[in-house]
Nanobody, 120 residues
Framework: VQLQASGGGLVQPGGSLRLSCAAS????????MGWYRQVPGKQRELVAT???????NYADSMKGRFTISRDNAKNTVNLQMNSLKPEDTAVYYC???????????????WGQGTLVTVSS
């Protein structure tokens, strides 16, 4: 069971980028999924989360600019980022709480991170 994030890259200020994260393996169900980000030397911070029923939560600085969504059939979570700012530059990580078909519960399973650089 693992999470694989993709979609990072270099974008100009004001631009958009879409991140995707796919959970793979023998998965029975996925509860909370989310995105976090980390700048070197700083703590990892919440970007947004989404429950299995679609309820979302955003960090204040991302509200109105970022949109999180998930596809329960595909075990994926996406993050649409618009109006990007240089201060959004960070490594973005996806996270999930899920249960495998073995019965094991994975709490705070992290993906490998994808770098987003906002610069002109």
């Amino acid at each position: 069971v693992q999470l694989q994030a993709s979609g990072g890259g270099l974008v100009q200020p004001g631009g958009s980028l879409r991140l995707s994260c796919a959970a793979s393996g023998s998965i029975l169900s996925i509860d909370l999924m989310g995105w976090y980000r980390q700048v070197p030397g700083k703590q990892r911070e919440l970007v947004a989360t989404v429950t299995s029923s679609g309820s979302t939560n955003y960090a204040d600085s991302m509200k109105g600019r970022f949109t999180i969504s998930r596809d329960n059939a595909k075990n994926t979570v996406n993050l649409q980022m618009n109006s990007l700012k240089p201060e959004d530059t960070a490594v973005y990580y996806c996270k999930a709480d899920l249960r495998a078909t073995s019965g094991r519960y994975y709490s705070n399973l992290w993906g490998q991170g994808t770098l987003v650089t906002v610069s002109s």
